[in-house]
């Protein structure tokens, strides 16, 4: 048996969560410091073993033949540490955020943490699992904390948008589980592995493949809020806590297309083969419609929010076409978007903190109040438009190059309708994205200064040092990034070709 | 399986096999966990100590229904609960509310028990015997199918089972019965007594075996019905222990579902869940109760933001209410989704897209009262509360820490389900020791 690394990396944050909550009381604003040595130790096991990939697994119910298992491998490596470096360094930036939510009442700090870290462990066991059961319940202890969160220490309607939060994800989730049953009794095994061996030799009638592949993608899209189920999005991701909307928009809902590629595109190829170009059509819209809605908010948070719709219309746009390509660069997507909003998050998180206001046109002429702040925005605004050396550059050419390697595969030609979204995509995302995000830094710190602006200035070195982490991560990876493509490609490769 | 005495198709005869011991399980579990709750739930009461005998009498009788093996027996102790819980429910019988509650409850029940009579003295003349094994045996004949008396018999026993397990519409007694008891013994009454009539159900569903069809079919009419009128009007209560009683009934429309699809799936499944339910809803009563304790209220509305004073007790509702609302990681999830996996096996999705919608009703109020009780800032009118009593948190403890464990290990116990769901279809085997000897 292998060493037991991940099952730490998973059940530490768990298993501490009541020692958080409890020490809480004593430490108060200081315990955020122990919440952040926890996730800096999970964030150190999982990228330890990063390189080659580990798997492991623990019997749990042997009569049901269900086992719970953790495997990191070139798919889940990019999420799993994704989540895991976020969660860790907004650890620290949620103490001064917190103390200027909350004041000096002890008591909220350690539920807070308690919560956070029940959250990250839900995340993180979500993409380690490799058992469907598994993979549901810590899909589940996602929600549940991210509720509590936003409902208690929110803003605006917090109870309302929460309440909306949970159900309309718990519905999605519930749906998933149907397939996940549906899927358990077409193939005996609940082993995602197994599922997709049996699901392979077996074949089933292709009426039932869809009617199970739509059931369990239906499940992960109201989590990833595609156009049409992104109802609940932009007032849970505005409304929430603002570290908790830097891990909700870049770390949770890309999960989602984690179980997109990882389940549904592995167990059910065919049903993406058929249905590729409506699919691909339904990600056009989403690019469109969330970046149109970015720009026409006012509200910061609520503007970023509808620009983790356009970029989960990205992902979706490079799931949809079905090649290595741009599956690989849908995956460079999550993780720039993933670096790249949780900056910005921050950003707007400092704007509360310091300028007092999120509303945009309260803002204008910041950057000489806070120029660090400012540089930061705009990398994080240019990683959202691709531009390059940023990792998102990569992950749009790569996404756009797939499509388009999508479009001349047909035997009889070029596929003309698939052409044309595909060009049409291509040019109004990068066009739009660029647009709502450029405007978007010129109102808040260019122009002339507000009156919120003349009090502010740069804020707690607490609240800047995690931005400059993620922004100098987000450059490197851009500079470099074939550490990633070598460590995903294969795995997308295997996916691929299999089918 | 235990047998006493060993050949007894004449005497009066208990047969405890899985099934039972599936039963007596969470019975002796939150009768324990609700004695300790009681010492200081009812220090203020005068009358203790016909209060605890009335207790172990209610424990007893449970027990006894869940092990008879004929009818005289069975109906005995049925007797035995029925009328030590009518006293129990009246009990603080200064004030109105419960004695209008205990004689609601006490009219139904005893026609239910009236009618239940009636059945077993039908069956006695089609069958020539009370014990189970005899029946099981002569009612075997395929003739008797059509037979109008024992059709007739079986609704009987259906009203008589029904009116205890709170089966729509014969729920009517138990939103008034279950809040007006002191919270300890709504516990009870909630978290187990209503299983006895499931238990009824169950053991009589198999045993009359040629009425296979008819009893399943009815069974899950009722069962939809159940869960419906239980999950919407709980949406609409503002009495705590109101709202956990109409969540009793969804939650025996989701278990009398799983009996009606009469596989060793489904029936492990329900059987699980009756175990579950025992756990979580006890818990609940149990927290409901100690906020009325500290507060003299059970609305909700007075009692919001409790839970952030009363900690302790806030976060066991808390884990309560999840573990009811199917949040995985906690044991309602497990027996929930054993439940679908038993039904979907059947190919009975239509039926299994009515109980998820029913699972997701039911989370909104679940949830509403976690938020009401749990997050919102307290009333200002709310009055200084303490933190509840030791012995009241320790009944509490036990039964939240089963929730948890339950759901995050719960192997040992889908085993013995399973072994339970086998026993109760196994006819063969339950007949032969009778007749054996």
């Known amino acids: 048996m292998s060493l037991p690394i991940l099952i730490q990396s998973v059940l530490i944050p768990i298993l501490s969560a009541p020692l958080v909550y409890m020490l809480g009381r004593k430490l108060s604003y200081n315990v955020g410091w122990l919440a952040f040595a926890i996730l800096s130790y999970s964030t150190a096991l999982i990228l330890a073993v990063s390189g080659a990939g580990y798997i492991e697994s623990y019997p749990w119910i042997p009569g049901m033949g269900w086992s719970i298992g953790f495997k990191l491998d070139g798919l889940s490596i990019p999420f799993a540490s994704n989540v895991a470096i976020l969660s860790t360094v907004i650890a620290i930036y949620s103490m001064p955020y917190m103390k200027h939510r909350v004041g000096d009442e002890p008591e909220d700090y350690g539920s807070y943490y308690a919560l956070y870290l029940l959250y990250v462990a839900g995340m993180l066991g979500t993409v380690l699992a490799t058992d469907l059961i598994e993979f549901y319940i810590f899909y589940e202890l996602m929600l549940i904390p991210s509720y509590i969160l936003i409902a208690r220490w929110g803003y605006g309607e917090r109870e309302r948008i929460a309440f909306m939060y949970f159900l309309w994800t718990h519905v999605g989730a519930l749906i998933l589980l149907a397939s996940i049953t549906l899927v358990y009794w077409i193939t005996g095994t609940t082993s995602i592995e197994g599922v997709k061996a049996m699901l392979r030799s077996v074949g089933i009638p292709f009426t039932l493949e869809v009617g199970v592949a739509v059931a369990m993608i239906i499940g992960f899209l109201v989590k990833i809020a595609v156009l049409g189920l992104h109802i609940w999005l932009p007032h849970a991701h505005a409304e929430a806590p603002t570290p908790i909307s830097a891990l909700l928009s870049p770390a949770m809902i890309g999960i989602g297309w984690y179980g997109v590629i990882r389940m549904a595109l592995g167990f059910f190829p065919r049903f993406f083969q058929v249905y590729s170009l409506p699919l691909a059509v339904w990600a056009f819209l989403t690019i469109i419609y969330g970046g149109l809605m970015a720009l026409s908010q006012d509200d910061m948070k609520r503007l970023l929010a509808y620009s983790s719709i356009s970029q989960m219309g990205y992902m979706f746009f490079g799931v949809a076409n079905l090649s290595i390509v741009s599956i690989l660069g849908s995956i460079l997507i999550y993780l720039s978007h993933g670096l790249c909003k949780a900056v910005l998050f921050m950003v707007s998180g400092i704007l509360i903190h310091e300028a007092g206001t999120r509303r945009i046109s309260e803002l204008g002429g910041l950057a000489s109040r806070m120029p660090i702040t400012t540089i930061v925005a705009i990398i994080g605004f240019l990683g959202l438009a691709g531009v390059p050396p940023l990792l998102g550059f990569w992950g749009e050419l790569y996404i756009f190059l797939g499509s388009i390697y999508t479009v001349l595969k047909p035997i009889g030609g070029l596929d003309t309708i698939r052409f044309i979204v595909s060009i049409l995509t291509v040019t109004s995302a990068v066009t739009l994205t660029a647009g709502y995000g450029l405007w978007t830094v010129k109102r808040v710190f260019f122009e002339e200064i507000s009156k919120a602006a003349e009090e502010s200035h740069e804020p707690p070195s607490l609240m800047l040092a995690p931005l400059l982490v993620l922004a100098v991560l987000a450059i490197i990876l851009g500079i470099y990034p074939t550490i990633l493509m070598n460590i995903v490609s294969p795995v997308i490769e295997g996916l691929i070709l299999a089918s | ?437």
Not at chain 2, 233 to 251: C, E, F, G, H, P
Request: net charge neutral.
């Open chain 2, 1 to 437: 399986m235990l047998v006493y005495p060993a050949s007894s198709l004449l005497h009066s005869s208990f047969i405890v096999d899985m099934v039972s011991v599936f039963f007596i399980l969470p019975i002796l579990l939150v009768g324990l966990a609700s004695s300790i709750y009681s010492t200081s739930y009812m220090s203020r009461d005068t009358g203790l100590n016909s209060y605890y005998t009335l207790l172990s009498a209610m424990i007893l009788g449970m027990i006894g229904v869940v092990s008879a093996g004929d009818f005289f027996t069975f109906f005995l102790f049925w007797e035995i609960m029925s009328i030590s819980s009518y006293a129990l429910v009246a009990f603080r019988k200064d004030r109105w509310e419960p004695v209008e509650a205990g004689f609601k409850y006490l009219v139904m029940s005893s026609a239910g028990s009236a009618l239940m009579l009636s059945g077993i003295a039908i069956i006695y003349g089609i069958a020539g015997t009370l014990n189970f094994a005899g029946i099981a045996l002569a009612t075997r004949t395929p003739t008797l199918v059509s037979d109008p008396w024992l059709i007739l018999a079986i609704s009987f026993l259906i009203v008589g089972f029904g009116i205890k397990a709170a089966i729509a519409p014969m729920h009517t007694w138990l939103p008034d019965a279950h809040p007006a008891a002191p919270s300890p013994i709504s516990s009870l009454l909630s978290g187990v007594m209503i299983k006895t009539g499931v238990y009824g159900l169950l053991r009589f569903y198999i045993l009359f075996q040629p009425l296979y069809a008819y009893w399943g079919m009815t069974l899950s009419i009722l069962a939809f019905f159940t869960m419906f009128i239980g999950n919407l009007t709980a949406m609409l209560q503002t009495d705590v222990k109101r709202l956990l009683a109409y969540s009793s009934i969804a939650q025996i429309g989701y278990v009398t579902f799983a009996l009606s699809i009469g596989t060793v799936q489904s029936i492990s499944a329900g059987l699980l869940h009756v175990f579950n339910h025992a756990m979580m809803k006890g818990l609940l009563f149990m927290a409901a109760g100690a906020l009325y304790h500290a507060t003299g209220s059970r609305d909700i509305s007075i009692l919001e933001g409790i839970g952030r004073r009363m900690k302790l007790t806030g976060v066991l509702f808390s884990i309560g209410l999840l573990a009811i609302a199917g949040i995985p990681g906690l044991n309602g999830f497990i027996s929930e989704l054993l439940i679908i996996f038993a039904s979907i096996r059947c190919e009975l999705y239509l039926q299994t897209a009515i109980l998820i919608t029913n699972f997701l009703i039911s989370v909104a109020y679940y949830l509403r009262l976690l938020q009401r009780i749990m997050l919102r800032e307290p009333r200002s009118d709310l009055p200084e509360v303490e933190e509840a009593p030791a012995s009241m948190i320790a009944g509490m403890v036990i039964l939240a820490t089963l929730c948890v464990a339950i759901g995050v290990y719960p192997g040992l116990l889908i085993s013995m389900a399973e072994l339970a769901g086998r026993a109760a279809l196994d006819i063969g085997s339950y007949v032969a020791p009778i007749l054996g000897g």
